[in-house]
């Protein structure tokens, strides 16, 4: 079983529509949490931590439910500039696990 | 800062050589590690060192070395490249585990034939 599980996509929107990522690990244990963004042929780039108070930067909100191990990220208000793939990152001990990525395409 | 740099951005091996892929950081970050990204599998973690003189494998470890005399390198060792190691490597550094952002450099991209 993977360490981190993500809906690969692609997720096509419009601009300005709302899009939700989801993401599952398996690790009860596991210490924190992120999001990153990664641009085509490009290395990750951290887009956000996330708390289980939830936390909010701008148009992204990303929430953490210990209890059911999901993670999830709201983009709001979608510029074509957020087209891009959103990797789930976790850490367990010193070690992160990646998720496979869901790709956003964000057309005009 | 130049922040985290690897050397080389490209490179083609042949099966049974060997090389190292360079990375250094001037953050004076402690963690540091290596990922592979293959197409859709994300990124996997290979080897990580905690500060100077550790290091510690990781989820795809077989095929690498590492060594770390100094907090700011890290080079990654290919003992005799196979081509299930054609792949995009990525070196991160970040100034600890736990909540701390990972920096991550350019990447090199390795094919072996």
């Known amino acids: 079983r993977k360490e981190v599980e993500q809906d690969p996509g692609p997720f096509n929107v419009p601009e300005g529509a709302t899009v939700a990522f989801n993401c599952t690990y398996s690790n009860s244990a596991s210490q924190s949490f992120f999001w990153y963004r990664q641009d085509c042929r490009k290395e990750p780039k951290l887009l956000m931590s996330v708390y289980s108070s939830g936390n909010e930067d701008g148009r992204f909100t990303a929430q953490l439910n210990r209890a059911s191990q999901y993670i999830s990220l709201l983009i709001r208000d979608s510029k074509l500039s957020d087209s891009a793939t959103y990797l789930c990152v976790v850490n367990n001990f010193n070690k992160f696990y990646f998720g496979s990525g869901t790709k956003l395409n964000v057309k005009p | 800062n130049a922040g985290v740099t690897q050397t080389p951005k490209f490179q083609v091996l042949k099966t049974g050589q060997s090389m190292t892929l360079q990375c250094a950081q001037d953050m004076n970050h402690e963690y540091m590690s290596w990922y592979r990204q293959d197409p859709g599998m994300g990124l996997r973690l290979i080897h990580y060192s905690v500060g100077a003189g550790i290091t510690d494998q990781g989820e795809v470890p077989n095929g690498y070395n590492v060594s770390r005399s100094t907090t700011e390198d890290f080079p990654l060792r290919l003992l005799s490249a196979a081509p299930s190691q054609t792949s995009v490597y990525f070196c991160?550094?970040?100034?600890?585990?736990?909540?701390?952002?990972?920096?991550f450099g350019p990447g090199t991209r390795l094919t072996v034939t």
């Open positions: 991160a550094s970040s100034q600890g585990v736990g909540s701390y952002e990972q920096y």
